[in-house]
């Protein structure tokens, strides 16, 4: 798989490419998440975190991590990385919360 890239033009001199995440099983993870209270993250915090771990690296880790409470974590698997449509897409599948 290639590399992210570094763009060179003269109105985005430095930006950076991302990698695009997405879920595999989206409507099961979010069907699986039953916290209601602030002491837990919501849902889209905790794919606010897998996105930061994974938006730039040209390697992503086949399992991550990702906290859902203080004493607990979400896990997700790296299904996939492919390129479409000129995009570098990366996708994980929700496997569990463990605590």
């Not at 209270?37 to 915090?45: A, I, M, N, Q, V």
């Not at 994974?54 to 990702?66: D, V």
């Not at 906290?67 to 979400?74: L, N, Q």
């Amino acid at each position: 798989m290639r590399e992210l890239k570094i763009a060179n033009s003269k109105n985005l001199t430095g930006s950076k490419e991302f990698n695009h995440m997405r879920i595999t099983n989206i409507d099961h993870y979010l069907d699986s998440y039953k916290c209601k209270f602030d002491y837990y993250k919501s849902p889209f915090e905790i794919l606010a975190e897998l996105e930061e771990k994974i938006k730039y690296e040209n390697n992503p880790e086949a399992t991550i991590l990702c906290s859902y409470k203080p004493d607990g974590e979400v896990v997700f698997l790296l299904e996939s990385i492919k390129e479409q449509d000129d995009l570098r897409i990366v996708e994980y599948r929700f496997e569990n919360f463990v605590s």
